[in-house]
């Protein structure tokens, strides 16, 4: 594994952990379908919420974060697990940054954060 892919997976880690405290039920990591592939699926109430973790060592521009067509591929994704798994519920779509390192970070948690289509971030 790369430094890059550790840090990353230290990031999603965090992000797990933080999802968790806050009541959100895990329910998948790194689930990869034919249309990509979703960092964390998670349940919250009633919504199946589609998490896609963004870690950086230094904060960068919010258009860096999700790009239309990588949103595209995201819901696409998501549409394709909970038709394998015959789930019907609403889909969200969150953002988590993770901006730093193990001695020092944040967590930006942007729930909502798109919608499926161009400008909708």
Request: glycine letters at 8%; hydrophobic letters at 35%; a negative charge.
């Amino acid at each position: 594994m790369t430094h890059e892919q550790d840090f990353g997976k230290w990031g999603e880690d965090k992000a797990e952990n933080f999802l968790s405290r806050l009541g959100y039920r895990i329910l998948e990591r790194n689930w990869r379908g034919a249309e990509g592939e979703i960092d964390i699926l998670a349940q919250h109430d009633e919504e199946i919420v589609v998490v896609e973790v963004k870690t950086r060592a230094e904060p960068v521009d919010g258009d860096e974060y999700i790009r239309d067509a990588q949103a595209h591929r995201l819901l696409d994704a998501a549409e394709a697990w909970m038709e394998m798994r015959d789930k019907e519920a609403e889909l969200r779509c969150d953002l988590i940054l993770v901006i730093g390192n193990s001695d020092n970070y944040r967590i930006k948690h942007i729930e909502d954060a798109w919608r499926g289509g161009p400008n909708e971030l």
